[in-house]
């Protein structure tokens, strides 16, 4: 168990939808980071969040957007969804602030299908 | 994008003997990290080595680094069952995010 949560576990929605996914960073870290897993594009850094501001960002699509919470909690919002968006949504958090000198540590992730 | 690129994309051996998997990459580096994932869960920090480290180890698990052909291997020695996942190198530079290659399935076979 790394300490990160992610709910929900499984999502299922239709094309045009907008779903919201969260995570709780382990106690203590300041950075999430969220990524999308797919059999196709492979493991895509999206965007990071270090302390409620944004601090980097990836291939992370327009309709998608994220925000960090003052408890330091992360939600990750995806809107008008396409057959494309069905992936596994991870996200992952550290200590500080450069998230390639440091381990990253995963949540279990969300496995959103969009039909 | 993907950055890394894991050789073998699937390796397949029996339990006790050594797995060895590599990754090549193609821009200079601050430090490569390995990364596990069992089917479907999320991903666990195997070992980081710094662009001026040449080798690591961590228990079972044996990292070298050769930023000159810019490739690393990560060998799994008497491996067991419970190795079997998929295994990603994820190299960090200049940007501010980690770049994953496409993996190597692994299956140790009891």
């Known amino acids: 168990d790394s300490g990160v949560t992610q709910t929900p576990k499984h999502l299922i929605t239709a094309t045009g939808q907008r779903v919201t996914l969260r995570c709780s960073p382990r106690s203590g870290d300041l950075s999430v980071y969220w990524y999308q897993q797919s059999l196709d594009q492979g493991l895509q850094f999206l965007i990071q969040?270090?302390?409620?501001?944004?601090?980097a960002k990836g291939n992370i699509l327009e309709r998608f957007s994220a925000q960090q919470f003052p408890d330091l909690h992360s939600e990750l919002n995806l809107s008008s969804l396409e057959l494309g968006d069905s992936a596994l949504y991870f996200c992952?958090?550290?200590?500080?602030?450069?998230?390639?000198?440091?381990?990253?540590?995963f949540g279990p992730g969300t496995r959103l299908l969009v039909l | 994008s993907q950055q890394g690129e894991e050789d073998p994309q699937a390796l397949s051996i029996q339990e006790g003997e050594n797995a060895t998997m590599n990754c090549s990459y193609k821009t200079s580096i601050n430090n490569l990290q390995w990364y596990r994932q069992n089917s479907g869960r999320g991903l666990v920090h195997l070992i980081l080595?710094?662009?001026?480290?040449r080798e690591k180890h961590s228990g079972r698990l044996r990292v070298t680094l050769d930023t000159s052909k810019k490739s690393s291997s990560l060998l799994i020695t008497a491996s067991r069952a419970a190795d079997t996942a998929s295994y990603f190198c994820?190299?960090?530079?200049?940007?501010?995010?980690?770049?994953f290659g496409s993996g190597t399935q692994l299956t140790v076979l009891p």
């Open positions: 969040y270090y302390n409620g501001e944004e601090r």
């Open positions: 992952a958090s550290s200590v500080g602030s450069w998230g390639t000198q440091e381990t990253q540590y």
């Open positions: 994820a190299t960090g530079g200049s940007a501010r995010q980690l770049t």
């Open positions: 080595i710094r662009s001026n480290e």
